[in-house]
């Protein structure tokens, strides 16, 4: 079965870093396009980042272009979110996807398998 573990989460203090991980395995990574999303309570699970097979191509939210950067290593089947100049209004819930989709989709409904989760608390 497939399974994407997110990892790397944490307290941070406004303007600092963090590099979340997501290793998956049973599945075909190299052929998967990876996304990153976050939610927090009461609003909808949006885009934060997303990256296609190559990594040739990449798609990001607005509020975190400049800042943010998403990367992938097909050989260790691991896609990571690299955040920098971290802003409280990025404490969410991130959470890893990935999808068989020929482009680079940023809802969530065209990703089919989901991560659980990892929390990203940045501080004022």
């Known amino acids: 079965q497939v399974q994407l573990v997110e990892s790397g989460g944490g307290l941070v203090q406004a303007g600092g870093s963090l590099r979340l991980s997501c290793a998956a395995s049973?599945?075909?990574?190299?052929?998967?396009?990876m996304g990153w999303f976050r939610q927090t309570p009461g609003k909808e699970r949006d885009l934060v980042a997303a990256?296609?097979?190559?990594?040739?191509?990449?798609d990001y939210a607005d509020s975190v272009k400049g800042r943010f950067t998403i990367s992938r290593d097909n050989a260790k089947n691991t896609v990571y979110l690299q955040m920098n100049s971290l802003k409280p209004e990025d404490t969410a819930v991130y959470y890893c996807a990935a999808t068989q989709a020929p482009t680079v989709p940023s809802t969530t409904r065209r990703y089919n398998h989901w991560g659980q989760g990892t929390q990203v608390t940045v501080s004022s």
């Open positions: 049973g599945l075909t990574f190299s052929r998967y396009v």
């Open positions: 990256i296609n097979w190559s990594g040739g191509s990449r």
